[in-house]
């Protein structure tokens, strides 16, 4: 597509359920970043994929936390027995290059999903 | 440790007059240095970069920033604010000798421009 594309835009969840994002990055991309920003706040890391490849993971803040990215394209960001302090603005960016490489390649972001835990 | 220091939650300023939205970085290796705009509802969108050479980047809707490796500032600059600026400015660096994945973010500056 002409953008990266992330689903839902707003998801609602009580605290304990299982949550889903997903991340349709712009074709060919090969880089691929999960963002949390919390309200008033910048972007905070939290994992990178480069194709299928899970290369740093160093940001997801608890073990209920997953990513995945199987086929090297669309990404999927799962969150487990979600509690009050997940809720946040998820962003996925992505990028043309590879990271280590080219670290000057710009990321474009999506629109992001915004989680509100109660 | 990788940071990104935006001193001002807010700036305000007239339309026509100039701009600056402060952005200080402090990275252990030779930065590269961005700025994104954030829309509401929208994701961030890229404005300009910092790679090498020319300290004065151009980027785009006729923003500039300044490269000052002595003060490590990367100040975002425009001569003529427009209303239709106003939105949330994010400063970011990327460190060229480590974490090659990692952008590193600002808090966010709300660049309010009045009519």
């Known amino acids: 597509g002409a953008g990266v594309s992330q689903s839902p835009r707003y998801k609602v969840a009580k605290r304990g359920q299982d949550v889903a994002l997903r991340c349709d990055p712009i074709s060919g991309h090969v880089s691929l970043f999960w963002y949390q920003q919390a309200l008033g706040q910048g972007p905070e890391f939290l994992t990178y994929f480069q194709n299928e490849a899970q290369l740093d993971k160093s940001g997801l803040p608890s073990d209920r936390f997953f990513a995945e990215r199987p086929e090297g394209s669309v990404s999927t960001l799962k969150i487990q027995r979600t509690q009050q302090e997940d809720s946040a603005v998820y962003l996925c960016?992505?990028?043309?290059?590879?990271?280590?490489?080219?670290?000057?390649?710009?990321?474009?972001f999506g629109a992001g999903s915004r989680l509100t835990v109660l | 440790a990788q940071s990104v220091a935006q001193p001002e939650d807010q700036v305000n300023v007239a339309e026509g007059n100039p701009l600056t939205v402060k952005c200080t970085y402090s990275?252990?290796?030779?930065?590269?240095l961005f700025w994104y705009v954030q829309y509401p509802n929208r994701g961030l969108q890229f404005l300009l970069k910092?790679?090498?050479?020319?300290?004065l980047v151009k980027g785009s809707y006729g923003f500039e920033a300044e490269f000052n490796k002595s003060q490590t500032s990367f100040h975002l600059k425009k001569p003529s604010a427009l209303v239709s600026d106003s939105a949330l400015y994010f400063c970011a660096v990327r460190d060229r000798s480590r974490d090659f994945n990692k952008f590193y973010f600002g808090s966010g500056t709300k660049l309010n421009v009045k009519p």
């Open positions: 910092y790679i090498t050479g020319d300290n």
């Open positions: 990275v252990s290796g030779n930065p590269y």
């Open positions: 960016a992505s990028s043309l290059g590879l990271s280590g490489s080219s670290g000057a390649n710009v990321l474009t």
